[in-house]
């Protein structure tokens, strides 16, 4: 019983260490690279253009069922020096 115990025990230790070794990087080619994250860049601007957007739509529809009238609070502001 205490041999099969130490058995298992080497075996799960040595499948422990093979599942956790780390693997060389895999070679990345620059343009590639630049052009991955030249689409990361557009989508993000494109996701934050549509962000502000739907704030603003969101903004207008409160107002307008709360019967709000006049500028946002942020437009009256002065602007700081």
Same mark, same amino acid.
Request: hydrophobic residues 50%.
């Given at each position: 019983?205490?041999?099969?115990?130490?058995?298992?025990?080497v075996a799960m230790a040595t499948? #422990?260490?093979?599942?956790?070794?780390?693997?060389?990087?895999?070679?990345? *080619?620059? &343009?590639? =690279?630049?052009?991955? %994250?030249? +689409?990361?860049?557009? #989508?993000a601007k494109k996701d934050t253009e549509m962000l502000?957007?739907?704030? *603003?739509? &969101?903004? =207008?529809?409160?107002? %307008?069922? +709360?019967?709000?009238?006049?500028?946002?609070?942020?437009?009256?502001?002065?602007?700081?020096?």
């Amino acid at each position: 019983m205490n041999i099969r115990i130490l058995m298992m025990s080497v075996a799960m230790a040595t499948t #422990a260490g093979v599942v956790w070794a780390k693997l060389p990087a895999a070679p990345v *080619d620059a &343009a590639k =690279a630049a052009e991955a %994250k030249k +689409k990361a860049d557009d #989508a993000a601007k494109k996701d934050t253009e549509m962000l502000g957007k739907a704030q *603003d739509r &969101a903004v =207008a529809n409160y107002r %307008k069922n +709360k019967g709000i009238r006049g500028l946002p609070a942020t437009a009256k502001a002065a602007p700081k020096k």
